[in-house]
């Protein structure tokens, strides 16, 4: 079974930058598609940002311009480099995979908190 560990959250002051990475027990080369979803206290997860197999991103309207996604296949690694982050952004990020259309795994979650 596909396992997920994340790493790289923590308390950020406004305007700062967080890199989140997400390190998969196995290759994601193949992944159907990878990504992160957040959930802040009293809101539904959402997503924040994807990508497929082909390299394609999206991303949430409200982290456009300041939030990259990216893989490193070679280490089985996702990352979500956010920068310019607001105290709205605060919340716990979780990393997903999914080796299909229709199963998906999910990290453990980290906490990013953006606070002065």
């Known amino acids: 079974q596909v396992q997920l560990v994340e790493s790289g959250g923590g308390l950020v002051q406004p305007g700062g930058s967080l890199r989140l990475s997400c390190l998969v027990s196995r290759s994601i080369f193949s992944m159907y598609a990878m990504g992160w979803y957040r959930q802040a206290p009293g809101k539904q997860r959402e997503l924040v940002a994807g990508i497929t197999r082909d390299g394609s991103t999206n991303y949430a309207d409200s982290v456009k311009g300041r939030f990259t996604i990216s893989r490193d296949n070679a280490i089985n690694t996702v990352y979500l480099q956010m920068n310019s982050l607001k105290p709205e952004d605060t919340a716990v990020y979780y990393c997903?995979?999914?080796?299909?259309?229709?199963?998906?795994?999910w990290g453990q979650g980290s906490q990013v908190t953006v606070s002065s």
């Open positions: 997903y995979a999914r080796p299909s259309e229709i199963v998906t795994r």
